[in-house]
Nanobody, 128 residues
Framework: QVQLVESGGGLVQAGGSLRLSCAAS??????????MGWFRQAPGKEREFVAAISWSGGGTYQTDSVKGRFTISRDNAKSTAYLYMNSLKPEDTAVYYC???????????????????WGQGTQVTVSS
């Protein structure tokens, strides 16, 4: 049974930082063969791509609105992916989800449909 468990969300003031973690277990081909993505969904809005990292960790991708502020990384030995969020803004407020995809193509990283496995989400609230 595949499980992706997010943690690290919470309430933070604008300009603050948070680190989200996504612990994976049960992935059929092993964590090191799955790209990991972070998505977010604000109230009344569609789920959107935030960042992704290739299965080797050699490639990272971010949406424009978080470039320079958010960093994605992974530790294959711990089967965990991370999202470091700095200079947080109120518009970053959302439920953040991690997701896993088996060796996607380079152009497929931002697409929700690429990811087969999803976590339950963790709330991030940024106050102004």
């Amino acid at each position: 049974q595949v499980q992706l468990v997010e943690s690290g969300g919470g309430l933070v003031q604008a300009g603050g930082s948070l680190r989200l973690s996504c612990a994976a277990s049960g992935l059929t081909f092993g964590f090191s063969n799955y790209a990991m993505g972070w998505f977010r969904q604000a109230p009344g809005k569609e789920r959107e791509f935030v960042a992704a990292i290739s299965w080797s960790g050699g490639g990272t991708y971010q949406t424009d609105s978080v470039k320079g502020r958010f960093t994605i990384s992974r530790d294959n030995a711990k089967s965990t992916a991370y999202l470091y969020m700095n200079s947080l803004k109120p518009e970053d407020t959302a439920v953040y989800y991690c997701a896993a995809a088996y060796r996607p193509g380079r152009t497929d990283y931002p697409s929700i449909r690429t990811y087969r496995y999803w976590g339950q989400g963790t709330q991030v609230t940024v106050s102004s």
